[in-house]
């Protein structure tokens, strides 16, 4: 059991509607006073005729209000001046867990435990003894539902004809879902509550979020109403254009362009609108536009506040309450003299650079060209003193000057493909060739270098390859000799080997690698990065024994990059290199 608390009649409680009507009560309390009767209202109100009139002696009035009694769902309970039950309804006696007649002329301490029992017995001597009703609320065990239940209940005085008090009234009405639901609306109410603050507070954070974005932004930003009416200025916009936010709320934003570029440019830059924004500022399509420019992210002319005129990248979009109907503008400016300046310095340079570039290149094929023609005459004017009969001195001194042209010729060609490959004027080729007779051909042409030096030239081809492919069979020469050349040069002892084999086929189109293999003196691992770029040399020691311009590798990866290739090389210094292309061909 739980300890009572007064309180106020609440809805659906005794006494505002809910219990028995006041006359009842009134009727009710005309009885009191009159001994116990065991067998109900009936026979507890039988005989008091004298005192009340002659209506109450009535048989049916007495049989009225036990029907009266046992309909009402609510327990409903009389008492003497005793504390005894002189009546209990079914309701009553089923919370009880006793019958009617049982629970007649008992009282609470015979029925309930003690202290409950002595709080009920006190809270009727202050009704009986006070003449006042008292509403209150208590938890007590329902004996009828096995659990314990909510009861708000009423307990009134009742009074004799001669106005004394005779006993009391009290009638029960079970609360409990009330109660429930009572609280489950309070912790609703508690939750939303919670839910508000929590929004409230989220709402104050996203505000201040954004009043230190608006603050921290490196671009200008400015939000208009619907009319074109500045509503914001972040502290960007104040520094780029030279006025504070308060000069410029509720201005024309249209003051911030220049009036000659917004008059030039405005009637265009209608067609460039961003999705969403025409209809916001042309509802009709006779309306002439509410004062702002608009285009998405172009390009306006700006003033500042000092009269300097600056170029600015303008972003615009539509501003859009929780309903989602447009509001106002918000434009993003970006200051673009600066990237104006680099542009125009960047158009500058380039500018130079193609110049210089094509200055280069022309130099560079005419010098080729004006180089070749003498060369020639030297190379061929050294051949034919080869074959006239010259002391051997002499016979050595043409040598010398034949290998320094033949030197030089090769040098020159290299500069003249060089500024082709990066004038982007060099042809290819598709003809049809046989590849085995180019392969052994360009072993062939190696085949004098390499028996001078004591090297096996070595030449191993797979079965599978085909017979003729289509490609430039010279750009393809060109590569394998370089390759190979190179081989020979930088190995004093060993073998220099070609290997050619078909990796993939598909159909008409064949994907063939082709290694170039030595056991020379290998490349230093911190110069494979830099191998294939011009004028780098695999061998940059002071000697320099081995010679050469350093564009051959670069060439070489130039012309494999244009015939749709790949150029790798592995190498260890001492243990010799393998340089390996990977080129696609048409089968002839």
């Not at 060739?433 to 062939?444: I, N």
């Not at 063939?512 to 011009?534: K, M, N, Q």
Request: aromatic letters at 4%.
């Amino acid at each position: 059991m739980t300890t009572s608390s007064s309180a106020a009649p609440g809805r659906g409680t005794p006494g505002d509607g809910g219990g028995p009507p006041r006359d009842f009560l009134a009727t009710l309390a005309a009885t009191a006073g009159e001994p116990a009767h065991p067998g109900g209202a009936a026979e507890a109100f039988a005989g008091t005729g004298a005192a009340q009139g002659a209506d109450a002696r009535e048989p049916h009035s007495a049989a009225l209000l036990e029907l009266v009694l046992e309909s009402s769902p609510d327990p409903i309970w009389i008492k003497d001046l005793q504390g005894r039950f002189t009546m209990v309804n079914s309701a009553a006696a089923a919370v009880i867990g006793r019958s009617r007649r049982a629970l007649v002329g008992l009282r609470d301490r015979d029925v309930l435990p003690a202290a409950f029992a002595d709080k009920l017995e006190a809270e009727d001597l202050r009704v009986m003894r006070d003449g006042e009703s008292l509403r209150l609320e208590e938890a007590l065990f329902d004996a009828g539902r096995a659990e314990h239940r909510i009861y708000a209940s009423v307990k009134v005085p009742l009074r004799a004809a001669d106005g004394r008090i005779a006993g009391m009234l009290g009638i029960a009405r079970d609360v409990t879902e009330h109660k429930a639901a009572d609280q489950a609306l309070a912790e609703l109410n508690g939750t939303l509550e919670a839910q508000v603050r929590e929004r409230t507070l989220a709402l104050q954070q996203f505000a201040a979020r954004e009043r230190a974005i608006l603050a921290c932004a490196a671009s200008a930003i400015v939000a208009t109403d619907l009319q074109g009416r500045i509503t914001s200025f972040n502290p960007a916009a104040e520094t780029l254009f030279g006025l504070t936010a308060a000069q410029v709320l509720g201005c024309p934003v249209l003051h911030l362009h220049d009036a000659r570029d917004l008059q030039a440019q405005l009637p265009q830059r209608l067609e460039e609108l961003p999705a969403g924004t025409m209809p916001v500022l042309r509802p009709a399509a006779e309306t002439d536009v509410p004062g702002i420019p608009v285009a998405s992210s172009s390009e306006w002319l700006f003033v500042h506040a000092g009269g300097r005129r600056f170029p600015g990248l303008l972003s615009l979009s539509v501003l859009r309450d929780a309903q989602q109907q447009p509001v106002g503008l918000l434009g993003v400016v970006t200051d673009l003299s600066e990237r104006k300046a680099l542009e125009d310095e960047l158009r500058r340079r380039t500018s130079q650079a193609e110049a210089a570039s094509a200055a280069k290149n022309a130099f560079l094929a005419n010098m080729s060209h004006e180089l070749r023609t003498p060369l020639n005459a030297i190379i061929g004017l050294g051949h034919v003193l080869q074959q006239m009969a010259l002391p051997p001195q002499a016979q050595a001194y043409v040598g010398h000057i034949g290998d320094a042209g033949a030197h030089l010729l090769q040098l020159t060609n290299d500069v003249l493909d060089l500024s082709r490959i990066e004038a982007g004027q060099l042809r290819f080729e598709a003809v049809v060739f046989e590849l085995r007779p180019l392969l052994h051909e360009v072993l062939a042409v190696l085949q004098p270098q390499a028996e001078a030096k004591g090297l096996r030239l070595l030449a191993e081809l797979a079965p599978e390859l085909p017979r003729s492919l289509v490609s430039d069979p010279l750009r393809l020469r060109q590569v394998l000799l370089n390759l190979l050349s190179n081989a020979v040069k930088f190995t004093d002892a060993g073998d220099v080997t070609l290997r050619a084999r078909v990796l993939v086929r598909d159909g008409r189109q064949v994907l063939l690698r082709l290694d170039v293999a030595d056991t020379g003196i290998g490349i230093d691992p911190l110069a494979l990065p830099h191998l294939f770029e011009p004028f780098t040399q695999a061998d940059v020691s002071a000697t320099r024994r081995h010679g050469g311009s350093g564009l051959g590798l670069s060439i070489v990866r130039r012309l494999v990059d244009l015939m749709g290739g790949t150029l790798l090389v592995s190498s260890q210094p001492g243990q010799g290199s393998t340089f390996s292309l990977k080129l696609p061909f048409d089968v002839g």
